[in-house]
C-alpha cells in the first residue's frame, strides 16, 4: 500500500496558475500541482482571522472556522450592494450616527460603529432587486446586543430577522427562507438572511431586544455588507461605487498515471459542501475525459454522498445520506474489480460486490469538476489516494 498522492492536510503552497499536491514516497518529493484558475480577485480568512485579497488566478486557502486551512472553491457571484463597506456614502442614515475607523474581524481597522439617536434607527441602501437572494453583513455588539436584518418588499411582506449577538443565535424571523449566524471570533459574527421576494432596499437596524428597535441610544458595530443571488452566502466581495462579480474557481488536471492506480485504488477528500442546494458536485480521477471516471460527490438528493465507477457505463453506484453535507466529513471510495465500498465518518456506508474497472494507466488526472460544469464547489481539507484497496480497519482508520 502507497499513499501516492498528497493535497493539503495543513500542508498548503500556492501560486499564480497552480496550487501543490504531491508525492513523497521514499523520501523522494516529486511536485504534483493542480493547474487553478479564476479571472478575478477574490477574498479568503487568512490564519490570523485577518480577511484577505488573492489575486487573479491564485488559490485560496481559507481558515474560517478551522486552523489546517482548507481549498476554497466557489462559483461565480455577484455583490449587488454599491458600497460594502463604506456606509457613509450611498447608505442613508435615519436617527443614526456612523461612525468609520473602528477594530474590525481579525483586528482591522475599517470596522463602523452605529449608533442610536432616536428610535427606529437605521441604515438602508436602495436595491430593486427580485428572485432568492441571500443578505449578509458581519456584526459585533456593542452597548446594543441585537441588530435586525431587514429587506422591504414591494408588498407589505418584509424579509427581516433578529440577532442575540451576545449569544450567538438567531433570536426570531419573519418571511424568509433561512436565517444563520456564524462566529467569526473576537465577538464579531457574520449574520446571513436568505429570501426570495422582490425589494427596494435592505436595512440594518440596531436593536435592544428582540423585536425591539424603540432605544433611543446605544450602538452596534457593522463590516462587510453583501446581498448576492442564492441559496447561500459565499466569500466577502467588496465593492466601491458599483456591483462587482467574483468570477468561479477552477482547479484540475492534478495527478498523473504514475501516482493513480487505474485497477484499484482508494480516492480520498475530506472536504465540506458550500451548501446542501440539491445541485451535483462532482470530484474524481480520469482519464481526461467523461468515459472513464471514479468519483464522490453530492446530488440532486438533500445531504446524500455518491460514489461512481464509470466506463461507458455504471460499474457501481454508491450511496450515503449524510446528516449535513455542509458539516466536514471524511470520504473514502474503495475501488477494485467486484469489490467496491463507500466509507464516511469511520462507517462503511456502502458496498457492491460485482463491476470491472479499468486496464492499467487509464487513469491519468485528478479533478474538481468531473464530467463537466459539475463543479466540485467545496471547502476541501485533504486530498489522497492509495494505489491499493485498502482494508476494512484502514479505511475506518482513515475517516475517523
Known sequence: MANTFKFGNGNWATKE???????????????????????STATYVDSDGLIKTAA??????????????????EPSKTNSLLHSNQFDTTWSATNLTVTSGQTGVGGSVDA????????????????????????????????????????????????SAYFDLSKGIVSS???????????????????????????????????QANGDISQTSGDIYIQNSQLESGSYATSYIPTSGSAVTRVQDICNNGANEQVINSTEGVLYVETSALSNDLSERRFGISDGTSSNV?????????????????NGSNQAVLTYTAPDITQNSKIAFKYKANDFALWVDGVERSTASSGSVFSANTLNSLDFNIGGGSHFYSKTKDVRLYNTALTDSELATLTT
Not at 449578509?136 to 446586543?145: F, P
Not at 457574520?190 to 425589494?199: A, S
Open 173 to 207: 424571523e419573519f418571511e424568509v427562507d433561512d436565517a444563520t449566524i456564524k462566529n467569526i471570533g473576537n465577538g464579531w459574527y457574520r449574520c446571513e438572511v436568505v429570501f426570495t421576494k422582490t425589494i427596494q432596499d435592505v436595512r440594518i437596524y440596531p436593536a
Open 56 to 73: 487573479n488566478n491564485e488559490a485560496r486557502i481559507d481558515y474560517l472556522g478551522n486552523t489546517n486551512g482548507h481549498l476554497l472553491l
Open 294 to 310: 471514479v468519483r464522490v460527490g453530492y446530488t440532486s438528493v438533500s445531504n446524500r454522498i455518491i460514489a461512481v465507477i464509470y
Open 17 to 39: 496558475d497552480s496550487v501543490l499536491a504531491y508525492n513523497d514516497e521514499n523520501n523522494n518529493f516529486k511536485p504534483l500541482p493542480f493547474d487553478f484558475t479564476r479571472a
Open 112 to 159: 463602523w460603529k452605529l449608533s442610536s439617536t432616536g428610535s427606529s434607527s437605521r441604515l438602508a441602501q436602495t436595491i430593486s432587486t427580485s428572485g432568492q437572494k441571500s443578505y449578509t453583513i458581519y456584526v459585533k455588539k456593542g452597548s446594543l446586543n441585537f441588530i435586525r436584518v431587514f429587506a422591504r418588499d414591494t408588498g407589505d411582506l418584509n424579509p
